[in-house]
């Protein structure tokens, strides 16, 4: 059993920051990849961010130059996501995702909301 543990969340002016991290605990000694996706009411899931233990990162096109993620250490079980100058479009839940294998199952955080606003 995977279980991910997310912080980071909380409320910021337009044009602030935050940083989000998730730790993976419990089964994980095979991690692919890890990342973020997000969700406001009524729209659908949306990529922010992912990373791979062999690759370079890739994010979702709303996001690409102001966010940034990266594994917290070399254990790489942990990632942390950078955000810069957030805009209230970034408001939403961020879930905190793990992908054991390729095209496998993936475990999901209970998410941790980000507001922004003024």
């Known amino acids: 059993q995977v279980q991910l543990a997310e912080s980071g969340g909380g409320l910021v002016q337009p044009g602030g920051s935050l940083t989000l991290s998730c730790v993976a605990s419990?089964?994980?000694?095979?991690?692919?990849?890890m990342g973020w996706y997000r969700r406001v009411p009524g729209k659908q899931r949306e990529l922010v961010a992912r990373?791979?233990?062999?690759?370079?990162?890739?994010y979702g096109n709303s996001v690409k130059g102001r966010f940034s993620i990266s594994w917290k250490d070399n254990t790489k079980n942990a990632v942390d996501l950078q955000m810069d100058n957030l805009n209230s479009d970034d408001t939403a839940v961020y879930y905190c995702?793990?992908?054991?294998?390729?095209?496998?199952?993936?475990?999901w955080g209970r998410g941790t909301q980000v507001t922004v606003s003024s």
């Open positions: 995702h793990l992908e054991p294998v390729p095209a496998g199952v993936i475990h």
């Open positions: 419990g089964s994980t000694t095979s991690i692919y990849a």
């Open positions: 990373i791979r233990r062999d690759a370079r990162p890739n």
